[in-house]
């Protein structure tokens, strides 16, 4: 196959790897994995089963904890494609999860607080 027939072109850009390195999920096989999940790295000193890039700085990342969304923003991946990452590690039992408890999640009283300082502004 020569250059002029290839089926990808340079604007595909980063996105056209992380279809392979999901193997072409959209979804994570771990419904309760949402953007607020916490997430740690419980193998320090153990290899990695899986050996693509976005796996390890994941795991570097999580050394603290860190929320799903967090881990998507440092890294510059989609949400979705993060949660698929995260969920193989969590099956790998490399990584750690907590669901954040309902109260934290919906504080009305922060959450009134918050809005009336932005009203303020």
Known sequence: MNDGDAWFDDEAGPLVRLYAVTQGRGRSNRPELDMLT??????QGTAL???EPEYAAIVELC?????VAEVAARL???LTMTKVLVGDLIDDGRLEYRQPRPDEASDVGLLQALLDGIRGL
């Open 38 to 43: 916490l997430v740690v790295d419980i193998g």
């Open 49 to 51: 089963r899986r050996h």
């Open 63 to 67: 050394r603290t904890p860190q929320s």
């Open 76 to 78: 510059g991946l989609p």
